[in-house]
C-alpha cells in the first residue's frame, strides 16, 4: 500500500539514493519539473523507471498550465496559451469553453504520450485587484463566472486524454498579495464577498476529481492557520463548498509554511488533507514527509481511486489525425 504524499525527483534520471528511498517509502506518486525534463525518450524512460523502481503503475503528476507555468515546452512540445489568453477572447462563453477543452485535451494528450496522469491544473483562482501576480494570467478571468466554467471546460478537456486534473488553489488564492513560494500571504477579505467570487469557481466545481489547497490564511474562516493546515479551512471545503474530491496540498516546502517538513507534513494531514506534496527534490526533506505520511487509505483512498478514473460529461469526439493542425489553429490566435 502506497503512503499518502508525492515526491520530486532531482533531476533527468533517478540516483541510487532516490532508488532506495522510493523503494523503501513507496509514495503514491512523484511530480516533474523542468529539471527533470529534457527530450519525450528521457522522460519516458524517467517514468519507467520510477513505475519500476516503486513496482506499479504509480502516478505521475506534472504542472502543465499553458503560458509561463509549463514544464514541458519546445522544442519537444507545444507552447501552449497562458489561461488569460483563452479566457479573453472577443468570442461568446460557450464558444471560449470549447476552445479551452480542446486546447486542454491537446496537452493532455502530449502528457499521456509520455506516461504523465496527473496534471496541476487548472487554476480556478480569480485575481483580486493588488493583488500579487503569482497568479496574474494564470487565472482565466477576473470574474467568477467566467472562471468556474471555463476551468470546468479545461478540467473536462484533460480527462476527455486521459489525464487527471487537479483544480488550485482552493479555496483560493486571487487575493493573496504576497507571493506564498516565499511569504504567507493573508486576506482579511469578508466572507459574503469571498462566496461572491474567490469561492465560487470552486463551488460550482465541487464534483471535479481532485484539488490544491491553498497556502492562504483567510482570517473570515480560521485567522492563524493557512488552508493547508486548518482544520476549521478543510471541514469548510468539505462541508460549505461541498467538494467531495481528492485534497492535495501545495508544496509544502513552500516558505508560506513554518515549521520543519516533518512538522508541516503532520499539520497538513491532522487538518484533513488527503495527499502532501513535496516537490523541491531535496531528499532529507522528503524523507521527513515521507515519515510523517499515512498510508494511503480508508476515504483518501477512495477518493484517489476515484479520482483516478473521473472523465465527466462525455465531449464532442475528437479525431487524433486533426490534433496537430487544431492546436495550431488554436495557437495562431492572437488576443
Same mark, same amino acid.
Given at each position: ?14 540516483t ?22 529534457e527530450?519525450?525518450?528521457q ?88 493583488a ?8 482565466? *478571468? ?16 484533460? &480527462? ?50 481532485? &484539488? ?5 490564511v ?17 471541514r ?12 492535495? *496540498?501545495?508544496?509544502? *516546502? ?16 491532522? &487538518?484533513?488533507?488527503d495527499l ?16 510523517? &505520511?499515512?498510508?494511503?487509505a ?7 481511486e ?9 465531449g ?7 490534433? *496537430? ?11
Open positions: 500500500m502506497s503512503r499518502a504524499f508525492v515526491c520530486g525527483c532531482q533531476g533527468k534520471a533517478l541510487p539514493d532516490e532508488r532506495a528511498f522510493l523503494r523503501e517509502s513507496d509514495p503514491f506518486g512523484v511530480i516533474l519539473f523542468r529539471r527533470n525534463v527530450t519525450p525518450a522522460v519516458r524512460g524517467l517514468i519507467a523507471d520510477f513505475r519500476a523502481v516503486v513496482g506499479r503503475d504509480a502516478a505521475v503528476l506534472v504542472d502543465q498550465e499553458g503560458g509561463r507555468v509549463q514544464r514541458l515546452g519546445p522544442p519537444h512540445w507545444r507552447a501552449y496559451p497562458a489561461a488569460a489568453r483563452l479566457g479573453a477572447l472577443d468570442l461568446p462563453l460557450p464558444r471560449r469553453a470549447d476552445l479551452v477543452r480542446r486546447c486542454a485535451t491537446l496537452l493532455g494528450r502530449d502528457l499521456r504520450d509520455l506516461g504523465i496522469t496527473v496534471d496541476c491544473a487548472p487554476v480556478l483562482d480569480v485575481p483580486a485587484a493588488g500579487h501576480d503569482v497568479i496574474g494570467d494564470r487565472a482565466f *478571468s477576473h470574474q467568477a463566472d467566467a472562471v468556474a466554467q471555463l476551468g470546468r471546460a479545461a478540467a473536462l478537456g484533460l &480527462a476527455d486524454a486521459g489525464v487527471m486534473p487537479v483544480i488550485k488553489h482552493i479555496p483560493g488564492h486571487g487575493r493573496a498579495r504576497v507571493d506564498s513560494h516565499l511569504d504567507l500571504p493573508v486576506v482579511d477579505t469578508p466572507l459574503d464577498r469571498l462566496w461572491d467570487s474567490d469561492f465560487k469557481p470552486f463551488a460550482a466545481n465541487r464534483d471535479l476529481p481532485a &484539488a490544491m489547497t491553498a497556502h492562504v483567510f482570517t473570515a474562516l480560521d485567522p492563524d492557520r493557512p488552508a493547508t493546515q486548518s482544520a476549521a479551512v478543510i469548510f471545503i468539505r462541508e460549505a463548498i461541498g467538494f467531495g474530491g481528492l485534497l492535495v *496540498s501545495d508544496d509544502l *516546502s513552500m516558505q508560506a509554511l513554518r515549521g520543519t517538513l516533518r512538522a508541516r507534513t503532520e499539520a497538513a494531514f491532522a &487538518a484533513g488533507v502532501a506534496l513535496h516537490c523541491n527534490g531535496d531528499l532529507a526533506e522528503a524523507e521527513a514527509v515521507a515519515g510523517a &505520511a499515512p498510508a494511503l480508508g476515504a483518501a483512498l477512495t477518493r484517489a476515484r479520482a483516478a478514473t473521473w472523465r465527466g460529461e462525455a464532442a469526439p475528437f479525431d487524433p489525425v486533426e490534433a *496537430s493542425a487544431e492546436i495550431e489553429a488554436l495557437l495562431a490566435i492572437r488576443v
